[in-house]
T-cell receptor, first 110, second 115 residues
Framework: ELKVEQNPLFLSMQEGKNYTIYCNYS?????LYWYRQDPGKSLESLFV?????AVKQEGRLMASLDTKARLSTLHITAAVHDLSATYFC??????????FGKGTRLHILP | GAVVSQHPSWVICKSGTSVKIECRSL??????MFWYRQFPKQSLMLMAT?????????EQGVEKDKFLINHASLTLSTLTVTSAHPEDSSFYIC???????????FGPGTRLTVT
């Protein structure tokens, strides 16, 4: 059974700092997703990572994938308050479902 | 492109009544739709997968007689919560995947409160 673990689950950080969220998964998968969720809202797709070594960047967020280690990271550079949200990683299963991690609640202090 | 809508966005109902939630793919044909439930400060949990024209596949622990899913067309799936109870109060999110695609596109969610 595929399991997806994120850490940390909660992160409070100062504006301007850098930090990384980690996502480990337990079995081989073809695709890894990162989503953002604001309070009371649905999911916003951030990145889809398809292959080993994939790196994608959008603004202050950068995601990478190491399929051999079954590890993805979401790196935040020079955080700003607007990035406060919950971030989920999710992984495709062999029967085309998505399994989500528990989410990382990111709180950026001004 | 790839827009998914849900209706209603929020609903309050009394215990024992039934509620229907619609999920529509607005600009693509969704051969597969997924229904998730999310409790406060928790992750999304997949409830069921539905393919157009066939019966939904429910995840372990989800009562199929309580959560009725219909996917009668390539752009519409419905979730009916029958005989709702306060513990069914949650945020219900659908997603849709197009023909030949892999990515799921998420709807805006429906907040259900059962009193």
């Amino acid at each position: 059974e595929l399991k997806v673990e994120q850490n940390p689950l909660f992160l409070s950080m100062q504006e301007g700092k850098n930090y990384t969220i980690y996502c480990n998964y337990s079995t081989t998968s073809d695709r890894l997703y990162w989503y953002r969720q604001d309070p009371g809202k649905s999911l916003e797709s951030l990145f889809v990572l398809l292959s080993n070594g994939a790196v994608k960047q959008e603004g202050r967020l950068m995601a990478s994938l190491d399929t051999k280690a079954r590890l993805s990271t979401l790196h935040i550079t020079a955080a700003v308050h607007d990035l406060s949200a919950t971030y989920f990683c999710a992984v495709d299963t062999r029967d085309d479902k998505i399994i989500f991690g528990k989410g990382t609640r990111l709180h950026i202090l001004p | 492109g790839a827009v998914v809508s849900q209706h209603p966005s929020w609903v309050i109902c009394k215990s024992g009544t039934s509620v229907k939630i619609e999920c529509r793919s607005l600009d693509f044909q969704a051969t597969t739709m997924f229904w998730y439930r999310q409790f406060p400060k928790q992750s999304l949990m997949l409830m069921a997968t539905s393919n157009e024209g066939s019966k939904a596949t429910y995840e372990q622990g989800v009562e199929k007689d309580k959560f009725l899913i219909n996917h009668a067309s390539l752009t519409l799936s419905t979730l009916t919560v029958t005989s709702a109870h306060p513990e069914d109060s949650s945020f219900y999110i659908c997603s849709a995947r197009g023909t030949g695609g892999y990515e799921q596109y998420f709807g805006p969610g429906t907040r259900l409160t059962v009193t």
